[in-house]
């Protein structure tokens, strides 16, 4: 096996439109993979060759894949179009396995969270130090859109097209396209008193025409955000004390 013990800790999955599921491991080096149900787990390849602490996988048109990864400052972005590997109606054996194209971002900064907008067909990232990216299909560069202080590993795209986000003290931000800078939002995850320091948002989850439902870390609350009235709802604990992601 290519995925090793110590670099095979996954850190994101992304379903694809042809049934196979794509996504990044974590460790002494950083691999893509994807499965599928014919035949099992397939490595992509290396995408660092370095310590990696963390990073995120979305889908983007088809079954195009856009992987970031980092080691706590530095990392990097790539792209990898699946339709070679999965999907050809050539289940019975494996074809031969697409090249992963690397994106350059600023200053090599490494990707903390990616999200997609299929309306204006561009993907937006955080990078470890704050930056908010965006980059459009085909293109080969990362364009920086805004900054954000203190930003929680996660992103999401919503209805609407804002980008939502979390800082510091789990307070939630958004961006929308075109603006210069993000809106911190009166809105913050839940937490017990006294306890807000460790508020983190550790997960956002888009809804159609719903709310925003969201995780924190040490405290491990639910909660749910209304995009319409800025609304925040606690939903308790799922588990006693266990984070959410």
Known sequence: PTLLEQESAVIGLASLESGAVAGVTRGRRAHLFYFHFAYGVVDLGLLAETETRGGAIIRTRGDMVLAGWHDGARGGLARHDGFREVGTGQEDFRPPIAP?????????????A???DRTRGTAYGLTCCGRLVSLKDGAARVQTVA??????????ALPD???LGAGAEGRLWSWQPGARRVTRLDAWAPCQSGKRYVAGVQCLLPTARGPVYGGTSTDGYLFAWDPASGRMTNLGK?????GLR
């Open 114 to 116: 990616l999200a997609y």
């Open 147 to 156: 900054a954000v202080e203190s930003a929680a590993p996660v992103l999401a």
């Open 100 to 112: 992963t194209t690397p994106i350059a971002t600023p200053a090599h900064e490494g990707i903390t």
């Open 161 to 163: 097209g804002r980008l």
């Open 238 to 242: 799922p588990d006693r004390q266990s």
